[in-house]
């Protein structure tokens, strides 16, 4: 493997070893799957890969809604492996108190060698269960540079489910945020008070109101990883789509209500300029707080750490460094606009194999997101991972509170690295 060169704004991460510390991960496809209601998953897979679903599964809560078909070199030999994932559906719906409205049925990356025909054994188990709805998915690392990742595919995959409707309301769904937003964000507010609804998948407790999420006028995509599943319900669903990628910078932020005000053919730019103005407030406030103490931010954290840096800096904080993992293609225009601005910031890659040695435990930095407070072992941490539902100005508010939060009291890293439940 070659050295692991530091990510700089002028040389990008060389291919290398990674190092993957106890802060790295997130929600994981077995949590974020987990998110339709009324939904069972199997995992088909070799012994050793079953410990990390399962593991995972325990830690956040859902293990009764996970099962596992563990196969041998014997089932793989034997040319009836195909049969062995119908059988098994037919034992665990027989073990299961309630039979699911639908079956994940996941497969790890031993079954990209295998050549399985998994549409045949769908439609076998269509034919077999017709009260139930079946996919298949994918728990496959070597697909993560390819254009159809498992957190892509599971996205897809869910929303999948969802069915044409010809009842159309005026309901916007909310997609790419594992969490619901907080009544206080202001996107609910102002759509509210249009009479419009907002709908998250979180929000439906069981399948047939998940259902109701086809009869929506307008998808918002919060995070790259649900713009697939978009563009399928724009095909399938006649469901037209709008990207709004979190992002913590006002100006940005009021460009996203204008262009949703002529979507629904309402103004909720004016009433929106409160919320703006106390957002901006927010920030000044915090800044004058914090002062120049070095900031540091996470990929992780949030899924715009450029962005979030640069609107930090033009605000007058000091950011000390970014952690990331490379530079995703929504942050380009971010990336070389921070470059030419603020050159002197450190931008390190937390996967970097050289990072085992740990180059930056004992600097000072107020860190947003643990990854980075791993990084430095800072006791000033803010708990925050994959934008945590923060949307809007709303949004911006939050994440002032958490930061003056985390700067004023000391933060356990390994307690929050914990609680969040982190799976690969």
């Known amino acids: 493997m070659s050295k692991c060169s530091k990510i700089n704004f002028n040389c990008p991460s060389a291919p290398s070893l990674h190092y993957v510390s106890p802060a790295h991960g997130g929600w994981g496809v077995v949590r974020i799957a987990a998110l339709v209601p009324e939904s069972h998953q199997l995992f088909v897979c070799p012994f050793a890969c079953g410990r990390h679903g399962a593991l995972g599964g325990a830690q956040n809560g859902i293990k009764d809604r996970i099962s596992y078909l563990f196969i041998n070199e014997a089932d793989i030999i034997s040319g009836d492996f195909e049969q062995l994932i119908i059988n098994s559906v037919g034992e665990l719906f027989e073990a299961l108190s309630k039979v699911p409205k639908v079956l994940f049925i996941f497969t790890s990356c031993l079954d990209d060698l295998l050549g399985t025909d998994h549409e045949a054994i769908l439609a076998e188990l269509d034919s077999k269960y017709p009260d139930v709805k079946f996919r298949h998915c994918t728990m496959n690392p070597i697909s993560l540079d390819t254009p159809y990742p498992p957190g892509v595919t599971i996205e897809m995959n869910m929303y999948g489910l969802l069915e044409k409707s010809n009842v159309k309301r005026s309901q916007i769904n909310i997609l790419g945020s594992n969490v619901s937003f907080s009544e206080e964000c202001e996107l609910k507010k102002l ?16 399948f047939k109101s998940f ?14 990883i649900a713009l697939k599943a978009a563009q399928q319900m724009e095909k399938e669903l006649v469901i037209p789509y709008m990207t709004a990628y979190v992002n913590h910078t006002p100006e940005v932020i009021e460009q996203f209500y204008e262009d949703l005000s002529e979507f629904i053919g309402e103004d909720i730019v004016t009433p929106s300029k409160e919320y703006r103005i106390k957002a901006e407030e927010k920030l000044e406030q915090a800044r004058s707080l914090i002062g120049d103490y070095p900031i540091a931010v996470d990929f992780q954290a949030v899924i715009k750490p450029f962005s979030l840096a640069l609107t930090l800096s033009e605000y007058g904080f000091n950011i000390g460094m ?7 293609a929504h942050e380009k225009g971010a990336f070389e606009l921070l470059s030419k601005k603020y050159p002197d910031i450190l931008v390190e890659d937390p996967l970097c194999h050289e990072a085992v040695t740990f180059p930056f435990e004992g600097r000072q930095y107020l860190c947003i997101g643990f990854d980075c407070g791993y990084m430095t072992g800072s006791d000033k941490v803010v708990n925050i ?17 958490m930061l003056v939060e985390a700067y004023t009291e000391k933060a356990d890293v390994q307690e929050m690295i914990k609680e969040a439940g982190l799976i690969i």
Request: aromatic residues 6%; without cysteine.
């Open 191 to 206: 759509l509210h008070s249009k009479g419009w609804s907002v709908s998250h998948i979180s929000d439906h407790k069981d």
């Open 385 to 401: 991972m994959e934008d945590e539902g923060l949307f809007g100005y709303d949004g911006i508010v939050r994440l002032m509170d």
């Open 322 to 328: 970014i952690a990331s993992n490379g530079i995703p």
């Open 211 to 224: 259902q109701t999420m086809s009869e929506a006028k307008l998808n918002i995509v919060t995070a790259p």
